[in-house]
């Protein structure tokens, strides 16, 4: 075999050595896209509590994300119907 062949088993090699570089990777990307969701929901349930109080701003963010909800229900969503 000539220097410098790229075989399947050479590539496949590979894969399996970089295999825990790319795990830890992904893990550190979902971590960090799992706590800034976290933060946000933190920040957004703090929010909603202090203004609460005089604006019943717990009834109305209800109602608008129940309507959202059901905007995006598949069955009434335009793509989701069938084109038969």
């Not at 590539?11 to 570089?21: D, R, T």
């Amino acid at each position: 075999m000539p220097e410098g062949e790229l075989t399947s088993d050479k590539v496949f090699k590979a894969i399996l050595a970089a295999q825990p570089k790319v795990e830890k990777a992904f893990a550190t990307t979902n971590a960090t896209i799992a706590d800034g969701v976290t933060r946000v929901n933190n920040a957004f349930t703090q929010y909603i509590g202090q203004t609460d109080a005089g604006l019943s701003a717990t009834q109305r963010l209800v109602g608008g994300l129940t309507a959202l909800a059901d905007d995006l229900t598949p069955s009434r969503m335009p793509h989701s119907r069938s084109r038969l």
